[in-house]
C-alpha cells in the first residue's frame, strides 16, 4: 500500500511538472508570435503611417504570416508604441486568463 502511494505521489508530480513546462513553452511560443506582431506592425506604421488597430490589418496586409493555433488560443490587446498584451482564451490548454506583456523598447 505505502509503494502505490509513492507511485501516486510520483506520477503526480510528474503530471505537474509536464504541465508547467507545457504552460512555459505555450508563453515562449506568444512571446515570439508578438515579436512577429511588433516587426509587422512597425513596417505597418512606415506603409501607412500609423499603427494597426487590429492583428487582421497586418494579416491582410500580408506583413504577418498568420498562426491560427496561437490566435485561437490567445487575444492580442495593443497598446501602441508601449506594449502588446497577450490574454489567453478558453481555447488555451493551460486555460483562460494567462497574461503574457511584450513591452517595447525604444
Given at each position: 500500500?505505502?509503494?502505490?502511494?509513492?507511485?501516486?505521489?510520483?506520477?503526480?508530480?510528474?503530471a505537474?511538472?509536464?504541465?508547467?513546462?507545457?504552460?512555459?513553452?505555450?508563453?515562449?511560443?506568444?512571446?515570439?508570435?508578438?515579436?512577429?506582431?511588433?516587426?509587422?506592425?512597425?513596417?505597418?506604421?512606415?506603409?501607412?503611417?500609423?499603427?494597426?488597430?487590429?492583428?487582421?490589418?497586418?494579416?491582410?496586409?500580408?506583413?504577418?504570416f498568420?498562426?491560427?493555433?496561437?490566435?485561437?488560443?490567445?487575444?492580442?490587446?495593443?497598446?501602441?508604441?508601449?506594449?502588446i498584451?497577450?490574454?489567453?482564451?478558453?481555447?488555451?490548454?493551460?486555460?483562460?486568463?494567462?497574461?503574457?506583456?511584450?513591452?517595447?523598447?525604444?
Amino acid at each position: 500500500m505505502k509503494r502505490l502511494r509513492i507511485h501516486v505521489i510520483f506520477l503526480l508530480l510528474v503530471a505537474l511538472l509536464i504541465g508547467c513546462s507545457a504552460g512555459d513553452r505555450s508563453k515562449r511560443e506568444v512571446r515570439g508570435y508578438m515579436k512577429q506582431i511588433h516587426e509587422a506592425a512597425e513596417k505597418y506604421r512606415r506603409d501607412y503611417g500609423d499603427w494597426p488597430v487590429a492583428l487582421e490589418e497586418l494579416l491582410t496586409s500580408d506583413l504577418l504570416f498568420q498562426n491560427k493555433k496561437l490566435e485561437r488560443e490567445w487575444q492580442f490587446i495593443f497598446y501602441w508604441p508601449d506594449e502588446i498584451l497577450a490574454i489567453s482564451t478558453e481555447e488555451m490548454p493551460g486555460g483562460e486568463g494567462i497574461r503574457v506583456r511584450y513591452e517595447i523598447k525604444r
